[in-house]
Nanobody, 126 residues
Framework: QAQLVESGGGLVQPGGSLRLSCVAS????????MGWFRQAPGKEREFVGT???????????DYADSVKGRFTIYRDNAKNTLYLQMTSLKPEDTAVYYC????????????????WGQGTQVTVSS
């Protein structure tokens, strides 16, 4: 059974940093690419970033333009954990953040992902 559990959300001031974690079952961690999406109140879910499957060389993570240069996605294979390091946070980054996994390679399209976590709230406010 594929399973994803996010944590690390919270309240942070503008300009601050936060690191989200997504602990995955072995099946979901190694099934393919993984990604982060977010959904703000009253808005549709949007792409944040995606990372290629474990052991895929030559393919770099991809990010939404709105977070490029501020957010970094990386894996810890020993812990079956996906991370989203967020820096220079802005109020518009406020949303529920979701971790997702899919068979195949990177994708920015949420319907391409078969497995989803329950989400973790990030609030950027002074």
């Amino acid at each position: 059974q594929a399973q994803l559990v996010e944590s690390g959300g919270g309240l942070v001031q503008p300009g601050g940093s936060l690191r989200l974690s997504c602990v995955a079952s072995e099946r979901s961690f190694y099934i393919g690419a993984m990604g982060w999406f977010r959904q703000a109140p009253g808005k549709e879910r949007e792409f944040v970033g995606t990372i290629p499957p474990v052991h895929w060389g030559g393919v770099s993570p991809d990010y939404a333009d709105s977070v490029k240069g501020r957010f970094t996605i990386y894996r810890d294979n020993a812990k079956n954990t996906l991370y989203l390091q967020m820096t220079s946070l802005k109020p518009e980054d406020t949303a529920v953040y979701y971790c997702a996994a899919r068979t195949g390679t990177v994708s920015a399209i949420d319907r391409d992902y078969q497995y989803w976590g329950q989400g973790t709230q990030v609030t950027v406010s002074s």
